[in-house]
């Protein structure tokens, strides 16, 4: 009978172990963006927006949860203020929107917050910033000279981890402000952090992720300056 050699079988078993241990982990893939889940919170908008048309030319304030719990009211007392902020929303979510929730209230300034939730979701820096370029041109197709304030990507307790990819995305948009034009980009990240560099804990509710009272008095007097001005 003859002899089968094991030679050739354990060399090509090793080989394959091998590359199993060199395979890099995958990436999270990213979330999907699925507009259709926030079409009840626009609908919701497009009501209140029949029953009480918000004022022309006022200072729209759009993105993700940190905007839609932010009183505008109460923070900017004298200006006309509208909040359209839908929470757990990315950036796509806000473009997808703008004809009816920004553009059909032809505001004097828009103050964008998102991207929080999109490196979350595993989106990557070059992602985020590609889809801010993508925001910009939506809500400036009725207004090519309309001022954005950008707030940066907030640090937080709760996504601390992600620190890094958020302030990459964060420089990544800032690095193209002079090619999108006019757009103030807010360094929201010296206010929020301690002596030690990590984020306050007094600013954040207990789920360590949205801002309390104080979180929002920090960015109301990063903002008001800039929105008087505009």
Request: glycine letters at 6%.
């Amino acid at each position: 009978m003859p002899t089968i050699s094991r030679t050739p079988l354990l060399g090509l078993m090793c080989l394959a172990l091998g590359a199993s241990i060199a395979a890099p982990a995958r990436a999270k893939e990213p979330k999907p963006c699925k507009p259709e889940v926030w079409a009840d919170a626009i609908a919701k908008f497009e009501e209140e927006d029949k029953k009480m048309p918000p004022p022309k030319q006022g200072v729209l304030f759009l993105g993700s949860s940190s905007i839609r719990l932010w009183d505008v009211k109460k923070s900017f007392p004298d200006m006309l203020t509208v909040n359209r902020g839908f929470g757990g929303s990315q950036i796509c979510d806000s473009t997808h929107y703008a004809d009816r929730i920004v553009n059909i209230h032809e505001p004097r300034v828009v103050v964008f917050y998102a991207g929080d939730n999109d490196i979350a979701g595993g989106k990557s820096p070059e992602q985020v910033r590609n889809d801010f370029h993508d925001f910009v041109e939506k809500v400036r197709g009725p207004q090519p000279d309309l001022p954005i304030i950008f707030l940066a990507i907030k640090p937080s307790i709760a996504r601390w981890k992600l620190a890094d990819k958020i302030k990459e995305a964060n420089q990544l948009i800032k690095d193209d402000l002079e090619e999108l034009g006019n757009i103030t980009y807010v360094d929201v990240w010296p206010g929020m952090l301690d002596e030690k560099g990590e984020p306050r804990k007094e600013l954040f509710a207990d789920d360590g992720l949205h801002m309390n009272e104080k979180g929002y008095e920090v960015w109301t007097e990063l903002v008001t300056p800039l929105v008087e001005k505009k």
